[in-house]
């Protein structure tokens, strides 16, 4: 495959936005939503599109380029859109992702007019039939919707002019490379095809020689923490026995107490299982797997992003694609299988300039595929001991003494003064102070101190000498 790698120049100053070519309607747009400068994948991947070449583009989840292929796909429609039949037609992974991108076309092009619509899975089929037949300029779609309605004749290819593959890997893994194909033949052959991926596997290049044309290549790697500066994501793990992981797993969350966390699961079973044990230990857990409606599916995002659920248990395929802005901690409850898992899996915190946490829960069989992992990815994850039924203890009282300064610095507390009064004329002041903090204690942390018990810690063995 012909490629074109566009390494990034640090001698030369990054071009604002103004400064790729961008219509002014974009531009009204990108300034309204506080779009201060592109990101390395925007600089590197609108100028070439907008030329309309094909382009391959690794880049990793939160970097920006929804917006890379989104804006070139704007500017290059034209003013007088008359045809019924899609420009561009955006091919990603999950219903989340489908509505996620489209909603971002709608912010881009609310100036332009665009007519852009998710086609997924689980959604009514009299709706999407309805918009296809009054005409759209974009399809974002999942490609199994999107096959069905090629099938039934009711999304026409014709005039297509740009193919975008989202997440390329991920599709790939959900076993939608024959649909993949399938669409493409019915694309026309004179037509601008771009494809992202967080990772570049051997059938991602060879799906890339096969259907695109001379490309640019653009390859953004994960930035590297400044000297000083601590990474943007946290990684460790954690050896435990498979009987104590779940005791395991809400101790560590105990400990960490994460604004939003997603937990990751290998089967349906164990996601309903672990959250029911979630739940039991005081947080508010929601599961979510592939057995539920798109209806279940989308009231359990509603709670998680509304702040009335902070504990997501899901499958890999069920929580693809998912973006979850106060997300803080990502889970691996088991270590994943693929390098590119893991890579999928930590990729949704520590966004936009925000720290996160990744941690893994490991069996000492499992030490090893830990090892691989850091080997692949080039970062060090870092190997804890379990906390102690003291360590927690001490964080607990940790989090109830920030909850108290922070109610002493910000709350009105006058109208309690007349409690703390009368009570101060029957006992010392000092006992009505550790009371109140004995009962906020106790109302505002889940578990129970006295329920603890100690977890085994589990170490790896060291090969004996003179053995490889």
Request: glycine share 8%; net charge negative.
């Amino acid at each position: 495959m012909s490629s074109t790698p566009v390494p990034p120049d640090p001698t030369t100053e990054p071009p604002a936005f103004t400064d790729l070519g961008l219509r002014p309607e974009l531009l009204a747009a990108l300034a309204a939503l506080g779009y201060e400068e592109p990101t390395p994948i925007q600089r590197e991947a609108i100028p070439p599109l907008l030329a309309g070449q094909d382009l391959l583009g690794q880049a990793a989840t939160g970097t920006g380029k929804t917006a890379a292929f989104a804006l070139p796909l704007l500017q290059r429609m034209p003013d007088d859109r008359s045809g019924g039949d899609p420009l561009a037609l955006v091919l990603v992974p999950t219903r989340e992702l489908a509505v996620q991108v489209s909603e971002a076309f709608h912010r881009y092009g609310k100036d332009l007019g665009a007519r852009v619509l998710p086609i997924y899975g689980g959604q009514p089929i009299g709706r999407q039939l309805r918009a296809l037949d009054s005409g759209v300029d974009v399809v974002v779609a999942t490609p199994g919707r999107a096959l069905d309605h090629i099938a039934r004749g009711t999304l026409r290819l014709g005039n297509l002019t740009t193919v975008v593959l989202d997440e390329a890997d991920e599709m790939l893994d959900m076993g939608f490379a024959e649909d993949i194909e399938a669409i493409l033949e019915h694309a026309p052959e004179q037509r601008q095809t771009v494809l992202f991926s967080a990772t570049m596997p051997a059938r991602i290049d060879g799906m890339a020689r096969a259907h695109l044309t001379d490309p640019v290549r653009i390859l953004i790697a994960r930035e590297q923490p400044v000297a000083g500066e601590a990474p943007r994501v946290r990684q460790s793990a954690y050896l435990v026995a498979r009987a104590h992981k779940p005791a395991a797993l809400g101790r560590v969350l105990d400990v960490e107490s994460p604004t939003a966390a997603i937990v990751f699961c290998r089967s349906r079973e164990e996601v309903d299982r672990l959250t029911e044990t979630m739940n039991g230990r005081g947080y508010r857990a929601e599961a979510l797997h592939g057995g539920m409606s798109q209806e279940q599916r989308d009231r359990v995002m509603g709670r998680l992003r509304a702040g009335t659920a902070d504990l997501l248990v899901a499958t890999d395929v069920a929580a693809r694609g998912l973006d979850v802005e106060q997300l803080s901690h990502v889970v691996n409850y088991d270590v994943p299988s693929a390098p590119e898992s893991y890579v999928h899996r930590i990729g949704r915190v520590g966004r936009a300039g925000r720290e996160g946490v990744a941690i893994t829960l490991a069996e000492p069989r499992e030490h090893r595929m830990l090892k691989t992992i850091e080997r692949v990815t080039g970062q060090r994850i870092t190997i804890d001991k379990i906390p102690t039924v003291a360590d927690l203890r001490t964080r607990r009282l940790e989090l109830t003494q920030a909850a108290l300064r922070e109610s002493l610095l910000e709350d009105d507390l006058e109208p309690f003064r007349v409690i703390v009064e009368t009570l101060s004329d029957e006992f010392d002041l000092m006992e009505v102070a550790l009371a109140a903090v004995k009962l906020a204690h106790e109302a505002t942390l889940p578990g129970s101190d006295d329920a603890e018990e100690e977890i085994p810690q589990v170490s790896v063995r060291a090969p004996r000498e003179g053995r490889e």
